[in-house]
């Protein structure tokens, strides 16, 4: 099982950017794909990105294509979200997650963070 803590997370005005990370510890980072999550009140969780083991794929909703990128430092345990021209829809808890598969399935994702609060106000 794999520590996930996430960080980077506060308000914003629209237009505006943020950048989240996500600490991993405990087993074999480097061998797990990555992915981040949100979840706005009222609604489910939703896929946002996912990055694979190597760094070398990524894959984003719809909904953020364009705007935010995945990345990850597997010499520091890191996953990162940089998010841009950030608008108000975009408020929502962010979770970062671990999957043993490459997949925007939320099912397959196995390992979650605590999240961290995204809000864009207007």
């Known amino acids: 099982q794999v520590q996930l803590v996430e960080s980077g997370g506060g308000l914003v005005q629209a237009g505006g950017s943020l950048r989240l990370s996500c600490a991993a510890s405990?087993?074999?980072?480097?061998?797990?794909?990555m992915g981040w999550f949100r979840e706005a009140p009222g609604k489910e969780r939703e896929f946002v990105a996912v990055?694979?083991?190597?760094?070398?794929?990524?894959y984003y909703a719809t909904s953020v294509k364009g705007r935010f990128t995945i990345s990850r430092d597997n010499a520091k345990n890191m996953v990162y979200l940089q998010m841009n021209s950030l608008k108000p829809e975009d408020t929502a808890v962010y979770y970062c997650?671990?999957?043993?598969?490459?997949?925007?399935?939320?099912?397959?994702?196995?390992?979650w963070g605590q999240g961290t609060q995204v809000t864009v106000s207007s």
């Open positions: 997650a671990a999957s043993q598969t490459y997949t925007t399935r939320r099912g397959a994702f196995g390992s």
């Open positions: 405990g087993r074999t980072f480097s061998g797990l794909n």
């Open positions: 990055i694979n083991w190597g760094g070398g794929t990524t």
